[in-house]
Nanobody
Framework: QVQLVESGGGLVQAGGSLRLSCAAS????????MGWFRQAPGKEREFVAH????????YYADSVKGRFSISRDYAKNTVYLQMNSLKPEDTALYYC?????????????????WGQGTQVTVSS
């Protein structure tokens, strides 16, 4: 069993930065591939970033490539999402999630565990 808790969201002006954290509990966390998703009001949940547990290779949605960076700290059982050059369209509830399917997974249904989300609001 893995439990995920996000933190680090808040209100920031356009062009600013935030770092989201996803703290995991559970001894099998290290073997999970991790992803970040976001959901804006009235929209579907969308993929943001992914990190592979074995290789630490990363993958990003085109909309955040070059601005966001995903990383993980195995010692702290934590996954991070560094968000720079934020735009108003980045405003959403951000979730971290874990899965054990091979490869990069972009669809929410394939993820086994989810956090409760942390709100990010970017003002113009």
């Amino acid at each position: 069993q893995v439990q995920l808790v996000e933190s680090g969201g808040g209100l920031v002006q356009a062009g600013g930065s935030l770092r989201l954290s996803c703290a995991a509990s559970g001894r099998t966390f290290a073997s999970y591939n991790m992803g970040w998703f976001r959901q804006a009001p009235g929209k579907e949940r969308e993929f943001v970033a992914h990190i592979n547990w074995r290789t630490s290779s990363t993958y990003y949605a085109d909309s955040v490539k070059g601005r966001f960076s995903i990383s993980r700290d195995y010692a702290k059982n934590t996954v991070y999402l560094q968000m720079n050059s934020l735009k108003p369209e980045d405003t959403a509830l951000y979730y971290c999630a874990g899965h054990r399917v091979g490869g990069v997974v972009l669809t929410p249904n394939a993820y086994d565990y989810w956090g409760q989300g942390t709100q990010v609001t970017v003002s113009s």
